[in-house]
């Protein structure tokens, strides 16, 4: 295993993580309610009385967050190596995965790992291992 020392950036990480845990931690606190995101924006595929606007500013956040941060400084380059047919399958087979597992990789990774969820530490390995699965089949048997 190799690593990138040049782009290996441990205190951003570290920084990130704690804003990512912070903000889960305040919403669940101040709102009862878990940060995932798929079933915040599940919820407004169905949506309640009453409860459009929280989960309408929540996504909204997340997109504009980055689209702030643009305006500060220049964002880091993308580089997808994938064809367009490639990353629609794997959106779909996420989008499944998301619906089989009762929630993503923020409601069950961030939220219910922090809670000790037993539901969320099995679902948190099973997309961990499928996703240690998918990249060394992707590399060693399909290059």
Same mark, same amino acid.
């Given at each position: 295993?190799?690593?990138?020392?040049?782009?290996? +950036?441990? @205190?951003?990480?570290?920084?990130?993580?704690?804003?990512?845990?912070? &903000? &889960?931690?305040?919403?669940?606190?101040?709102?009862?309610?878990?940060?995932?995101?798929?079933?915040?924006?599940?919820? #407004?595929?169905?949506?309640?009385?009453?409860?459009?606007?929280?989960?309408?500013?929540? #996504?909204?956040?997340?997109?504009?967050?980055?689209?702030? $941060?643009?305006?500060?400084?220049?964002?880091?380059?993308?580089?997808?190596?994938?064809?367009?047919?490639? #990353?629609?399958?794997?959106?779909?087979?996420?989008?499944?995965?998301?619906? $089989?597992?009762? @929630?993503? +990789?923020?409601?069950? @990774?961030?939220?219910?790992?922090?809670?000790?969820?037993?539901?969320?530490?099995?679902? +948190? &390995?099973?997309?961990?291992?499928?996703?240690?699965?998918?990249?060394?089949?992707?590399?060693?048997?399909?290059?």
């Amino acid at each position: 295993m190799n690593i990138d020392w040049i782009h290996f +950036t441990p @205190g951003s990480s570290l920084a990130g993580g704690l804003i990512i845990g912070a &903000a &889960a931690a305040g919403f669940v606190l101040l709102n009862g309610r878990i940060a995932g995101i798929s079933g915040i924006l599940g919820g #407004l595929l169905r949506p309640a009385r009453g409860d459009i606007g929280w989960r309408l500013a929540f #996504l909204l956040g997340l997109v504009g967050a980055p689209l702030a $941060y643009a305006l500060a400084a220049a964002p880091p380059a993308a580089i997808v190596e994938a064809d367009g047919l490639t #990353l629609v399958a794997a959106g779909l087979l996420v989008g499944v995965g998301t619906r $089989y597992g009762a @929630g993503c +990789t923020s409601g069950h @990774g961030v939220c219910g790992i922090s809670r000790l969820s037993p539901r969320s530490l099995v679902a +948190t &390995a099973a997309f961990m291992l499928a996703g240690f699965a998918t990249v060394f089949l992707a590399r060693h048997l399909f290059t």
